[in-house]
């Protein structure tokens, strides 16, 4: 059996108190992490998410940011250092949505939040969590991508451009840090199965197009996140992986 051990590593979720993000959470405790639950309003269930995660042996702690300010971040950032120590693993997950429009309806302002949420997030990240990582000569920086980025699919512009905006920054980002032992890496989910976003009859005109025919659940993605941080994934970077059942499938 090989075993993904992610013991005396510390990771930090954006977005940690989300659907998505408790389960990666509670997966990367399970493989030893301590963990770095980041949220913006929902500090009540991130709590309750501390709760568990401590009650399985490793450290949790919560911390409030906006992930669209740098200064927060920042401050952040210090809290992790101060209360865990740095930072190993950042998965940068929380995004800001709005209603799907045309492009010809949607708010500007939407479109510059969208870049705020997904560019800029992961600039902020990267700038106040990556240099110490270079300090250690080890790192991972994980970004939840979407399979949207792909399929460029009618009224989901503002979305798609942050998204795909996002993806330029990370491998720009892979390419400068891979010296130093750090990784960069996407994950891009499909339409997925969480508390949030439950099973029911009608998903049949969304999975009778993914050749698996059925839509994934957040514990595959936050497998996925569990390998790219883990050393089985220490020469993988600069990769965008769907993990949508083959709904999208990168080409060469």
């Not at 990267?126 to 000569?137: C, D, K, L, N, Y």
């Not at 957040?218 to 790219?228: K, P, Y």
Request: charged share 20%; proline share 3%.
């Amino acid at each position: 059996m090989i075993p993904i051990d992610l013991s005396k590593k510390v990771a930090v979720i954006t977005g940690g108190s989300g659907a998505l993000g408790r389960v990666m959470a509670r997966t990367l405790a399970q493989a030893g992490a301590d963990i770095a639950i980041c949220f913006y309003r929902d500090k009540e269930t991130a709590l309750r998410l501390q709760d568990e995660i401590t009650a399985r042996g490793v450290q949790a702690i919560t911390v409030q940011a906006d992930v669209t300010n740098q200064d927060s971040i920042n401050s952040m950032r210090d809290v992790v250092l101060e209360k865990l120590g740095a930072a190993d693993i950042i998965v940068n997950n929380a995004v800001i949505q709005y209603a799907w429009t045309s492009v010809l309806e949607q708010s500007p302002e939407d479109y510059e939040s969208q870049f705020q949420s997904c560019v800029l997030h992961n600039v902020y990240m990267a700038q106040a969590f990556v240099p110490r990582m270079i300090e250690s000569g080890w790192g991972r920086v994980i970004s939840i991508n979407t399979e949207c980025s792909m399929q460029n699919f009618p009224r989901q512009s503002a979305y798609t451009s942050g998204k795909r905006g996002m993806d330029g920054v990370l491998r720009v980002l892979a390419k400068e840090v891979g010296e130093h032992g750090i990784t960069v890496n996407q994950v891009a989910p499909g339409w997925t199965i969480s508390e949030k976003s439950e099973a029911s009859a009608s998903d049949e005109h969304y999975w009778s197009n993914v050749p698996m025919q059925r839509r994934g659940t957040a514990q595959e993605i936050a497998n996925t996140v569990l390998f790219l941080a883990s050393d089985l994934a220490s020469y993988i970077t600069g990769a965008y992986i769907p993990v949508c059942g083959g709904n999208v499938m990168p080409t060469i």
